[in-house]
């Protein structure tokens, strides 16, 4: 199925007719345990619920194509997805990890990250050189990426970091959540493993908390991560694969669509009277357009923040006056979303206090821009 384009094996679920019932539509496979053939051996590849589940190994094979990497793993969430990967280091490593990143993930890095023993630089990915600066050759076991990053969208160069990464004996780890694997693959840049919180654009319905590892290649740090995720139990369920599954057939259409109005969003409100700034990479004003244009193929994604004029108190009224769009945490569901992000992460984060962070989802854009509009214009008049 190489020779098909992501769309076409996507909308298929990768075209696989379930061979008992002949149904187009990947069935749930529920049991928690299998039977051993009568040498006692397991030929199905299956033993136990935990490591093993048919429905959970099709979303997987799904990721797999997708990142055109060579092996997937889907876990409990995001959080569980990322953690594992830290889970693979040992006490006195370096972790090298941007300044803005998601913002809970930070937090764990710099709390129990560092409770285990990790050594964690927070530099400015988007400063390839600040980020050699950084490396520590034969202690730095692991650069992580965020592109574009949460919630300021700043862009950093992936191939240029993995480069100089691997030159000093560290592996690269790139969250790629809001890029997705349609805008950007970072494997095929250079990267080691990526990761995605799959309850965002992949599932993007807002209604599964999933997580997902796709790797280069078949190596030991793989198979630390297949033991840590099955003794640490960051399993995801059947129900949530097949949720999952169902969600990423209509991934191209709902990623192109969000793309493009977020587009057309950051443009209109580039020019609003009562607008400080619009964050987006798609802006040819953006810092790292230039990268953004070479790095992401087909967009620049659905998320972007504006700075709303007259700082936090504006930018909260503003969010509380909206009709369409939701007031919400989280991103990339069909559904636009709404939120003042330094309520949320509080006063130690590069967040600034008058930024909305926006979701953009598949509504139509005349009617997101005319309730934002309004919302602006009432807060702010």
């Known amino acids: 199925m190489s ?7 996507l909308a298929q679920a990768l075209g696989k007719i379930d061979p008992a019932s002949r149904a187009i539509v990947p069935p749930i496979h529920v049991s928690t345990t299998y039977q051993r053939d009568d040498d006692n051996q397991y030929r199905s590849g299956n033993s136990y619920g935990r490591p093993d589940n048919e429905t959970v190994r099709e979303a997987e094979a799904i990721l797999t194509q997708l990142e055109q990497g060579a092996a997937a793993m889907a876990l409990g969430s995001g959080m569980s997805a990322a953690v594992a990967v830290f889970a693979t280091l040992s006490p006195g490593d370096h972790v090298v990890a ?3 990143m998601y913002w809970a993930l930070r937090n764990w890095l710099a709390t129990e990250g560092v409770r285990h023993g990790l050594e964690v630089s927070f530099v400015d990915a988007t400063d390839t050189a600040a980020v050699a600066a950084a490396l520590q050759p034969g202690r730095t076991k692991l650069v992580w ?38 805008l950007t693959r970072p494997l095929e840049l250079g990267a080691d493993i990526v990761m995605h919180a799959a309850t965002k654009y992949l599932n993007g319905h807002s209604d599964v908390i999933a997580g997902a590892l796709i790797t280069a290649q078949l190596d030991e740090i793989w198979a630390s ?9 960051m399993i995801l369920g059947p129900f949530e694969a097949f949720l999952l599954i169902r969600g990423m057939r209509t991934l191209d259409l709902r990623v192109r669509a969000a ?13 609003h009277p009562h607008i400080e700034a619009v964050l987006y990479p798609g802006l040819p004003s953006h810092p790292q357009h230039a990268l953004a244009c070479a790095q992401m193929r087909g967009g620049f994604g659905g998320m972007l923040s504006i700075r709303v004029k007259g700082g936090a108190e504006r930018a909260i009224a503003t969010a509380a006056r909206v009709r369409l769009w939701k007031r919400a945490t989280s991103l990339g569901g069909v559904e636009s979303l709404i ?39 009432g807060a702010c008049d």
């Open 339 to 377: 939120e003042h992000r330094g309520s949320i992460e509080g006063p130690s984060s590069p967040c600034p206090p008058d930024l909305l962070r926006l979701s953009v989802g598949v509504e139509d854009v005349d009617d997101l821009y005319a309730d934002l509009d309004a919302a602006l214009h």
């Open 259 to 271: 793309c493009a109005s977020a587009l057309d969003l950051a443009t209109r409100f580039s020019a």
């Open 145 to 182: 990426l965020e592109t574009p990053s949460n919630p300021l969208w700043e862009v950093c160069d992936i191939a240029a970091i993995a480069k100089l990464a691997h030159a000093a004996g560290a592996r690269v780890a790139v969250d790629s959540t809001c890029a997705t694997p349609l």
């Open 3 to 9: 020779q098909w384009k992501p769309r076409t094996f």
């Open 98 to 100: 941007p300044k803005v």
């Open 225 to 233: 991560l297949q033991r840590i995720r099955a003794s640490h139990g």
